[in-house]
C-alpha cells in the first residue's frame, strides 16, 4: 500500500501542473487499469482544490467571490484594514503566495512597513500545510544575504499563524521575461546575484528546490531577491554548514515529486533525492529562458516534459542566440548536466564565475551605437530576368519623397533576391549603410525590433524596450541616411506599426519591405512583382530560343553545373519541356503526362 501511495503522490505532482480539463484524460491513460491508483489521485486533487487552489489565487479574485451579500465567504475570510495581529496592524491585501495571504501591514513597534503572510485560520489546522508554512519562515529566517527576502519573524496571534518580512516592491523575473528577451548584460547581472543568494543558502545547508522565475523578484535599483522559501530542506548530502535546528522540520517523504514541474531537475522529476546541485539545475533552467526567450524542455504534455528534463538534452543556446558570450553558455550547460556530479560541486563556484563574467563585461563595455556599415549576403549566382523591374524600384527608392517601398508577390516569386538586386545597386546612395533583416524566422511581431538591433549589429538594449532603444540609435546615428531591407514581412503585418514609428524618429531612414501583401501603411508605394515570361507551350521553340526566356534562363545549364561541377549530364525541367546537356551538346525533349500521370517522353 506504501508504494501504491507513493506513485500517487507522484503522479498528483505531475497532474497538478496540467490545466483542468486535460486532467481526465492524462489520468485514464496514466492509470490504466489501476483503479485504486486513480482513487488516490482523485482524492488528492480534489483535497487540492479545498485548500491548495484558495492559495494559488489572486487576493483581488478571492475577494471578487463574494457571497450574495457582499461579503467574502465566511468560510474564507480577508482580514480587514486595521486588524491587529500582535504588534503588527493590516493595511491591504497584496497577493496570495503559496502558503497564505500576503498583506501590507505596518510594524506599530518599530514603525515600518512590512509583508505578512498569514496562513488563514481555516487553514491552520491542516498539519501538513501548517508544517510547510513554518519551514518556510524557519529555513528563510536563518539567512542573512541582501539577495534572499529577510525574515524578521514567525509568530501567531491566538489561531492565526504569521510570517513577518521584508516588504519587497519591484517586478518578478517572470514579468520581465513576458516584457521580451532581456539584454545580455541585465541577464548576466541578475545571474550573478541569484548565484550569490543560492550559494549562501546552500552553505547554510538549504536547498530552495523551487526556483522559478515567479519566485525572483528584481528591485527597481536592480537588486534581485529570492522569495518563498515554502519547500526549502536541508540538503545534508552536499552542504558546507548544517543547522541541526531545523533537520528534523524540513525532512520530505522519498518518491514525492516537489516544486513546478517545469524548472524541475531530473532527480526531483524521477522523485529521487536531490540536494543544492538541484538548485543549480533549475537556475540554469532560468538562465536559459532568460538568454534565449524560451524554455529548454518545454513539451506538448506534462509526461513529456518531465522526459525530456530526465533523457533529453536541451537545444545549444548559441543557436538559439548567437550573441550569448560562450562563457555564459559553458556555465548554464554545466548547471544543466543530467547528472548532478557533472554540475558544480558547490554553489559558490558558480556564483563566483557568474560574477567574473560580469565583470569582464563591465570592464569591457559594448558600444551601444556601433553600426555595423551593411550585411547584405552575398549572392552566388547572377541576377536573371528583373532588370526593369530593379531599375523601376531603385528608381522609386531613390526618390526624395519615397520612405517606405514594398515589394509584393506570391511566394517564390524572386521578392528578395530583387530587393537585395536593388538594395546592392544604391548603396553609394547609404552612407548610413544597408541592413537586411530576415524575418521569416519570428512568430511574434513584438519582436521585430529585437530582429533589426541584432541586424544592425546591436548585441544590447540596455534597460530600455528593444523599440525605443532602436529609436534612440537611429536619432543619434551620424553616419548619414540608412537603409533597412525587412524580408518576409507577410506574416508579421500585425506589427507593421513598428514600422511607422521607426520613419517618424528618423528622417534620414528609408524602409525596402517584402511581402506577400501590402502592409497598408501611410506614405507606402507597393510594388507588384510580375511573373516571369514564359515561351508559347503548344509551339516549339529552338533550344536556343528557349533560353532567351527569362522563366527558363533561371534555371541554366550554367547554374546547374557550377553547383555540380562533376556532372556529365545535366537537365532542367521548364515550360512542358525537359532540356539536356551532355557535355557541350544540348538537346531537347519534351515530356507529356500521360492518362495514368506516368512522365513519358518522345
Not at 534572499?148 to 521575461?177: F, P
Not at 513529456?304 to 550573441?323: F, Y
Not at 564565475?353 to 551605437?369: N, S, V, Y
Amino acid at each position: 500500500m506504501a508504494n501504491l501511495e507513493q506513485s500517487a503522490e507522484e503522479l498528483f505532482g505531475v497532474v497538478l501542473d496540467l490545466p483542468p480539463e486535460q486532467r481526465p484524460a492524462f489520468l485514464d491513460q496514466a492509470c490504466g487499469n489501476a483503479p485504486e491508483l486513480r482513487r488516490l489521485v482523485d482524492d488528492l486533487l480534489a483535497n487540492n482544490d479545498r485548500l491548495g487552489s484558495f492559495l494559488g489565487r489572486p487576493v483581488c479574485q478571492l475577494v471578487n467571490e463574494s457571497t450574495p451579500s457582499g461579503n467574502f465567504s465566511s468560510r474564507h475570510s480577508c482580514l480587514a484594514a486595521g486588524t491587529n495581529l500582535g504588534h503588527y496592524s493590516i493595511v491591504e491585501p497584496l497577493g496570495s503566495g503559496g502558503m497564505g495571504i500576503v498583506y501590507l501591514a505596518r510594524d506599530v513597534s518599530l514603525s515600518r512597513n512590512v509583508a505578512l503572510k498569514i496562513l488563514p485560520v481555516e487553514l491552520s489546522t491542516q498539519e501538513d500545510l501548517l508544517n510547510r508554512f513554518e519551514r518556510e519562515a524557519l529555513a528563510a529566517s536563518a539567512l542573512n544575504h541582501p539577495n534572499i527576502v529577510t525574515i524578521y519573524e514567525r509568530g501567531q496571534d491566538g489561531s492565526t499563524h504569521y510570517i513577518a518580512m521584508e516588504l519587497v516592491e519591484g517586478k518578478t523575473l517572470r514579468q520581465l521575461l513576458d516584457a521580451g528577451l532581456l539584454p545580455i548584460r541585465k541577464t548576466i547581472e541578475i545571474a550573478a546575484q541569484i548565484a550569490d543568494g543560492l550559494a549562501k543558502a546552500h552553505e547554510a545547508g538549504i536547498a530552495h528546490r523551487d526556483l522559478k522565475p515567479e519566485n525572483l523578484m528584481v528591485l527597481p535599483d536592480g537588486l534581485v531577491k529570492i522569495l518563498d522559501f515554502g519547500l526549502a530542506k536541508l540538503a545534508i548530502g552536499n552542504c558546507e554548514t548544517s543547522l541541526p535546528s531545523i533537520r528534523t522540520a524540513v525532512g520530505t517523504q522519498p518518491g514525492l515529486i516537489l516544486g513546478t514541474m517545469q524548472y524541475m531537475s531530473p532527480e526531483q522529476a524521477s522523485g529521487g533525492s536531490s540536494d543544492t546541485r538541484s538548485d543549480q539545475f533549475s537556475l540554469g533552467l532560468v538562465l536559459y529562458e532568460m538568454v534565449t526567450g524560451g524554455r529548454a524542455f518545454q513539451r506538448p504534455t506534462a509526461a513529456e516534459t518531465l522526459v525530456a528534463i530526465i533523457r533529453e538534452q536541451a537545444a545549444p543556446i548559441g543557436v538559439r542566440n548567437p550573441d550569448a558570450p560562450a562563457p555564459l553558455c559553458w556555465a548554464i550547460e554545466r548547471c544543466l548536466a543530467k547528472e548532478p556530479d557533472s554540475r558544480y560541486k558547490v554553489t559558490r563556484d558558480l556564483a563566483r564565475e557568474l560574477a567574473t563574467i560580469r565583470d569582464h563585461m563591465t570592464e569591457r563595455p559594448q558600444k551601444l551605437f556601433e553600426v555595423r556599415s551593411t550585411n547584405l549576403p552575398i549572392q552566388r549566382t547572377g541576377f536573371v530576368g528583373r532588370r526593369n523591374e530593379e531599375l523601376y524600384v531603385r528608381q522609386l527608392l531613390l526618390r526624395e519623397d519615397m520612405r517606405l517601398v514594398t515589394i509584393t508577390g506570391s511566394g517564390g516569386i524572386g521578392k528578395t533576391r530583387l530587393a537585395l538586386e536593388v538594395a546592392s545597386s544604391v548603396a553609394g546612395h547609404f552612407s548610413g549603410g544597408i541592413h537586411f533583416i530576415a524575418l521569416h524566422t519570428l512568430s511574434d511581431p513584438a519582436l521585430v525590433p529585437s530582429a533589426i538591433l541584432q541586424g544592425l549589429g546591436i548585441k544590447e538594449a540596455g534597460e530600455q524596450s528593444a523599440v525605443e532603444k532602436l529609436k534612440e540609435i537611429l536619432r543619434n546615428c551620424s553616419s548619414g541616411s540608412m537603409l533597412l531591407v525587412l524580408d518576409n514581412f507577410e506574416h508579421l503585418v500585425a506589427g507593421a506599426s513598428v514600422v511607422t514609428e521607426l520613419l517618424a524618429t528618423a528622417a534620414s531612414l528609408k524602409i525596402l519591405v517584402t511581402s506577400r501583401a501590402a502592409l497598408h501603411l501611410y506614405g507606402e508605394q507597393e510594388f507588384p512583382v510580375p511573373p516571369l515570361a514564359l515561351p508559347n507551350s503548344r509551339a516549339l521553340p529552338p533550344v536556343d530560343a528557349l533560353s532567351q526566356y527569362s522563366a527558363i534562363a533561371l534555371f541554366s545549364f550554367d547554374n546547374i553545373l557550377w553547383h555540380n561541377p562533376t556532372l556529365e549530364c545535366a537537365a532542367i525541367v521548364a515550360c512542358g519541356w525537359i532540356l539536356v546537356q551532355e557535355g557541350s551538346s544540348k538537346r531537347r525533349v519534351r515530356h507529356v503526362l500521360t492518362p495514368n500521370r506516368r512522365l513519358g517522353f518522345r
